[in-house]
């Protein structure tokens, strides 16, 4: 079993910036359920530096596996982090995985590929041969590959947010490495950017697409996570700062209401007076709260 000491360091750091939080404001989760699930705590362990790409891939990918102890197969989390698609890396992610692994998920927390070096779609085929790797090595790791959820915040909210809607379509995205087999069954993100067409041709998304929205709208179009949203769209859990203004809190209640337009069961998570990072560095409630709602749906 694995010492928890970042997780505990973590969590007092989410206590302190909670605190200052709360005489800022609170939180509103609209569509919270009624009643809560029960959440096991168990020890975990974690395989580092696990390559996922294929042979031959255009940049060898690698990232960590957290592993339950527990003997029955495990539900699992595909977690991507954040950084405008083009830096930082999965590390920001551990206090997270370290939280879900706690609780029973195993958690494949990977890296991607970085623009400018590397343009859309190749980060969406980055996660489609992640997901297809759980797959792959669900028996190796007793991993329940009937239950695989998302989890990402920010740039990585908009690739997982990504991969889930277009693999329940048949949007030509999901060639050649996606599809039903690389489903999610529920995903649970925060910053979401989820119409990139709103953001205009700022430097970060002009060089994640390749470039400015007048020439390439069709691009854009089909790097947004809302343009792609039916009725087959898994379940979301979106958190978000209301005084975002890097991902404006209107970009969550839009995809929300895109996805009750098509009865897909939603919850929003309203971070009252955080930005973009604070609603990160504050996010234990959402966080305790995202992984409630992603262990009632693997329990439906």
Known sequence: MIQNRSRLARRMLTGLLGSVALLAGCSTHTNAPGTEVALDETGYTVERDLRFSPDGWPQALYADLYLPEQSTPRPVVLMVHGGGWERRSREDMDW?????????????NIDYRFAPDFTFPAQLHDLQVARTWLNQAADRYRLDTSKVSGFGFSSGAHLVALLAVVASTDSALNQPYGGPDTALEAVAVGGLPSDLMAFGSGRLIRQFLGGRAQDIPETYRKASPIAHISRHAPPFFLFHGTMDSLVPIRQAESFRDTLAEHSVDTELFRMHLRGHITSFLTAGDAVDA???????????
Not at 290 to 300: E, H, V
């Open 96 to 108: 997270i995985a370290e939280e879900l692994a706690g609780h029973g998920f195993a958690v494949l």
């Open 290 to 300: 995202a992984i409630r709602f992603l262990a009632r749906k693997g329990d439906n």
